[in-house]
């Protein structure tokens, strides 16, 4: 089974700290997504990487930054964390899209991080 | 840019009543379209694919989903609610071209199942 383990379930951070969430996948996959959960409004993307230290920006980047130095870790680094942070965060990993394969992306159990 | 509805944040059935979860899509193009399942603190669990092999589509726990193209639409459903599928449920499409496989969710369906 694809496993995605993220480092902490629940996380309180102060105000102005910086916070790395860690994930780790064990499937060799090319893809790893950064996600932002809050009620009515879904998952929202804010960064993926398609291969070691290659990363994109999502829909909402700002306030975060990732690293990805080797192909199963990627984490996602809150610079001065905020209370609008408050959130749970959802890492992803998937393999590459291949023509015609239509391939989930597998997930973590979440942080759910607090910031006060 | 693609998007997804899901009409409904919250339904309510009856244990034994049918369960229906509405998603649309905006595509001129049919994405991949998605299922997932969020039980209470988590993460996201598949619950069925759409491959293109077949419009119906069955998953996990016994629920389908079906593909219709003039509607846009891959409504999931379960003949049958049980106390179990309480959790919040999420429709996802990926666009049909890019390597990246971004997954684009709707805002989500939590789902009550009362006795």
């Known amino acids: 089974d694809v496993k995605v383990t993220q480092s902490s379930r629940y996380l309180v951070k102060r105000t102005g700290e910086k916070v790395f969430l860690e994930c780790v996948q064990d499937?060799?996959?090319?893809?790893m997504f950064w996600y932002r959960q809050d009620p009515g409004l879904g998952l929202r993307l804010i960064y993926f990487?398609?291969?070691?230290?290659?990363?994109e920006k999502g829909d909402i980047p700002e306030g975060y930054s990732v690293s990805r130095e080797k192909k199963e870790r990627f984490s996602l680094i809150l610079e001065s964390a905020s209370t609008n942070q408050t959130s749970m965060y959802l890492c992803?990993?998937?393999?590459?899209?291949?023509?015609?394969?239509?391939?989930?992306?597998?997930f973590g159990q979440g942080t759910r991080l607090t910031v006060v | 840019a693609q998007s997804v509805t899901q009409l409904g944040s919250h339904v309510s059935v009856s244990e034994g009543a049918l369960v229906l979860l509405r998603c649309n899509y905006s595509?001129?193009?049919?994405?991949?379209l998605f299922w997932y399942v969020q039980y209470p603190n988590q993460g996201l669990q598949l619950l069925l694919k759409?491959?293109?092999?077949?419009?119906l589509v069955k998953g996990i726990n016994g629920f389908e989903a079906e593909f219709k193209k003039s509607e846009t639409s891959f409504h999931l459903t379960k003949p049958s609610a049980h106390m179990s599928d309480a959790a919040e449920y999420f429709c996802?499409?990926?666009?049909?071209?890019?390597?990246?496989?971004?997954?684009?969710f709707g805002a989500g369906t939590r789902l009550a199942v009362h006795p």
């Open positions: 992803a990993s998937s393999p590459l899209l291949l023509q015609g394969k239509n391939t989930e992306a597998f």
């Open positions: 499937m060799d996959h090319e893809n």
């Open positions: 990487s398609y291969d070691v230290k290659m990363k």
């Open positions: 595509s001129s193009v049919p994405p991949y």
């Open positions: 759409y491959t293109s092999a077949a419009t």
């Open positions: 996802a499409v990926r666009p049909f071209s890019g390597g990246y496989n971004k997954l684009i």
